[in-house]
């Protein structure tokens, strides 16, 4: 997919943040503010969609967000990609931005028939969002590798996923991938979001690496 989505193309860092972060096409066209420590921790500030507060009922998705993430195996090219293009920038910082969500899913339907032509199945930006989300669920909890720690590091808590995928309940990452679907080619290190999740099953809130997450510039995107 990589190969058939130019680096230097309009939507090659795009799909580079499809596959690290798990973000919905439309966040892609508010912009995500995204920064790249020395050791390859991936710190990003996302401004929400699907976000809905209606009286009386509770309130969906979460309008902002910032998640730190490790790229594992087989994610070393898409980290690649955002690295280059921070380095390339004066303030070390970028924001990868689409015009339009629908010429984004448009763009990774044809690299997916041209990358795969004898498959029914047609890649998505939602097929990068259930990848990453199955990920980040088989690795939730564990003690994983980690050059951010020097040694190892807890992945996020399985809540925290759901923190990540920017909703405001618990229920709805069953909707998106599964532990035994996952291969832990990302790790999830750390969260912040706007708002607390509803249904959350652990006692912790928020539990975001040292110092990590406050690097990531909000800009626009927290009030």
Avoid at 47 to 64: F, L, M, N, S, T
Wanted: glycine share 10%; proline share 9%; with cysteine.
């Amino acid at each position: 997919m990589l190969a058939r989505i130019p680096e230097d193309g309009p939507y090659g860092l795009a799909v580079a943040c499809l596959w690290l972060l798990g973000v919905r096409p439309r966040e892609l066209v508010h912009g995500i503010r995204i920064r790249v420590t020395p050791d390859g921790v991936v710190l990003a500030a996302v401004r929400g969609a699907k976000v809905r507060d209606v009286d009386g009922e509770p309130p969906r998705g979460q309008p902002w967000r910032k998640i730190a993430v490790q790229a594992g195996p087989g994610a070393e090219l898409p980290l690649a990609r955002l690295q280059r293009a921070v380095a390339h920038s004066d303030s070390g910082e970028l924001t990868v931005a689409v015009p339009d969500a629908r010429r984004l899913c448009d763009a990774i339907r044809a690299a997916s028939r041209r990358a795969l032509p004898r498959h029914s199945y047609v890649v998505t930006p939602y097929s990068f969002r259930h990848a990453w989300s199955a990920d980040a669920k088989a690795a939730a909890g564990k003690e994983v590798s980690s050059a951010a720690a020097s040694g190892t590091a807890a992945a996020a808590p399985m809540d925290d996923v759901s923190l990540a995928l920017g909703h405001a309940s618990a229920v709805s990452r069953r909707h998106y991938g599964t532990r035994r679907q996952g291969c832990e080619g990302i790790v999830l290190l750390g969260v912040l979001a706007a708002r607390p999740l509803r249904g959350r099953q652990s006692s912790l809130q928020i539990r975001p690496p040292p110092g990590a997450l406050q690097a990531a510039s909000p800009g626009h995107v927290v009030p």
